[in-house]
């Protein structure tokens, strides 16, 4: 089998029309992620088109509203022309809506505008992890068949970093060019258990590991490891473990 070779950087092209957005996104994205490497900055939609004629890129980010051609006019021609290529919608509260509509189709996600740091890393963590199981699978599809070991490799990798958020098995599945109960079948082969149950094994560890190293309330520990629900997370912890998250850490804190 081929071995996999990690993508050192991820070529991003910025639409926007002001100035100082612009140059704040570029310095933002610099300091969080340098794998993620400008290497163009266009006015509008059309500019940006011109430029992907004849220059490769792996994400795009703009704004919705721009004159000559709008963002969303510009994911479209993008999801038409450059399948692969990934594009990220910057948006006020006034558009809010219409954005988030538009994820149902030509989008990868959406950021408000101020744009948060937190959200934009979140949203390029999103984007990386995407990125580099498609070109992951798509380079070794040739030879291993969608190999059932790298995909399952990279559900990993992803739970791994989203446990703490709300994980969507038929997106992810969707993402990799397949069901979900194929997912889950080709996942249960590999590892013995389900990726619903491998997320909550890996919620329950951290939990642990929250409970006895910090002193944060239940509730926010629970928050901090994917469910928002104290009496959720509660039953789920104790199923889990035959104790209550309260009892776990005092016993573990006596010992």
Known sequence: MKAKQKIDSFKVVLVEDETLIINSLERHIHSIDPSFEIVAKCSN???????????SAHLVITDIMMPVMDGLSLAKKIQEGYPSMLTIILT??????????ALKS?????L???????ELSDSLNK???????Y??????SHITGK????????VKLYIMENYMNEVDFTSLASTLGF???????IFTKCTNETPVRYLTAIRIREAKRLLIDTSLPIQKVGELVGYPDQFYFSKTFRKATDKNPSTYRREKKED
């Open 45 to 55: 939609g059309q500019e940006a088109l011109s430029y992907l004629k004849n220059n």
């Open 92 to 101: 006020g509260y006034a558009d809010f809506n219409y954005a988030r509509d």
């Open 106 to 110: 030509d989008v990868f996600d959406y």
């Open 112 to 118: 408000l505008k101020p744009v948060n740091p937190q």
């Open 127 to 133: 984007a990386r992890i995407h990125l580099e199981t």
């Open 135 to 140: 070109y992951t699978l798509t380079e070794e």
């Open 147 to 154: 190999d059932s070991a790298t995909i399952v490799e990279y």
């Open 179 to 185: 069901s979900s109960a194929y997912l889950t079948k």
